[in-house]
């Protein structure tokens, strides 16, 4: 099947507006996608499922429907693909477990039911490790996923094959996760725009982990705004939800104006270890594209937990938890799963009480002090751009000449405290190292301020042009 480079690189936004124009059909849309998936996905390894069959069916019934001049929503008709870790009914979904290769969920996740809901053609879904618990995208089930600017080094994780599908070209958008980072830090490696929202803004079912979200991977800020507007607001089975605020992010995405007036913060490691020499380049070179874009931006200080020590302390006892389960199953687990576990299960229940209360407290208003003298503060989303395979160890295990003592955690240490904090993050591209690298700028905002991050993303991407570059595969 040939790809239609006409359509390949095309955004959720524009082809909504081809669709209805009738330029383009949802029909070669997801062909050519379903025909970019069988160009590079054996390079990149990024799809688990395809589902072609009732993709094209779908695609038919899209086209008609806009032949038809049907009122139709805003991602009608657009091909997405969806991590593993997100309950699709009827189709396929492993959570990246060897146990679960045949799992098929009789209900959709919220999100992907609203996404469904909206219209979205779903091509397939994307790899990720076992149940999300790596920083780099290394299956026992799938293995390894590499980033399309050069498939020998780690997507990230860990919705590492969403971010690198839709950086490939493999649709415009795509549907991850994050806890600690498992969107912005292969949106990062990958070159993808990636946000996490505020805790509560997406409904996820069940769920008992105020860190954790999904959200949006795409190649575009109104694109991830678009997906955003479609997923957001209160659920009855999620006691964290947020109620419905009215705000259109994709209307923050399209607002005119530079950044003028924007107060920027500016932190090139947090204080908190070695950063690789280039991507401080790109990084000190973003925040110049900043200020001739109009933004203020102040250099500034923050304080905060030792990362490999609140990563242990935080999510320690839910790894012992998942591992012991998967060591009932009779399952291989992952020496650096293994190392985190021994570590957990001696912390003292005083500790992980402290973990889960005073600490994230502390990491909140370390972020609130900077917000009282600025909109956003930036830095960079890892420390490192993509980097060879290195197993599950999930990390270069030397940055900048120093001895990195967790590679793995290491890699999401600029990623785990908003998180914490429960505020509103993204990645997207701010540049590339002299080995045709992407590198993220790290977008975060105060508590709620999920459209002013939108906004000023949007507002940075323009004034560049980086969103312009697509690996060649």
Known sequence: MMVDDRILWLGADELGRLYRSQDVSPVEAVDAALARIEQVDGVLNTMVTVTADTAREQAREAERRFAARDDLPPLYGVPITVKDLTDTAGVRTTYGCVAYRDHVPSEDAPAWARLKAAGTILLGKTTTPEFGLLGVTESKLTGTTGTPWDPTRAAGGSSGGAAAATVAGIGPLA?????????????SLC??????????RIPHAGNTDPDTTEGPLTR???????????????HPRDRFALPATGECYAEAARADGDLTGVRVAASVDF????????????????LDDLRAAGAVVEETAI???????????YWGPEYVMVADEMRAQGLEIWPLIEDIVARARS?????????????????????AGVFEHADVLVCPTTPVPAFPHVGDTGGPARVDGHDVPHPGINLHRMTE??????????????????????????????LYADARMVSVAARYERATDWWKRHPEL
């Open 191 to 200: 070159g993808a725009v990636g946000i996490k929202p505020s805790v509560g």
């Open 175 to 187: 549907w991850g996760s994050d806890g600690g980072g498992s969107i912005r830090v292969p949106a």
């Open 303 to 313: 304080e905060l937990p030792d990362p490999l020590e609140y990563f242990v302390d």
């Open 220 to 234: 575009r800020v109104v694109d991830a705004a678009l997906m955003l507007d479609a997923t957001v607001g209160p």
């Open 271 to 286: 204080g908190l270890g070695p950063v690789d020499p280039e991507t401080r380049k790109v990084f000190t070179a973003a």
């Open 347 to 367: 912390l003292p229940a005083a500790r992980v009480s402290s973990a889960l209360r005073e600490t994230k407290t502390r990491i909140y208003e370390a972020y």
């Open 417 to 446: 405290s908003p998180s914490h904090a429960g505020l509103p993050a993204m990645s997207l591209p701010c540049g590339f190292t002299a080995e045709g690298l992407p590198v993220g700028l790290q977008i975060v905002a105060p």
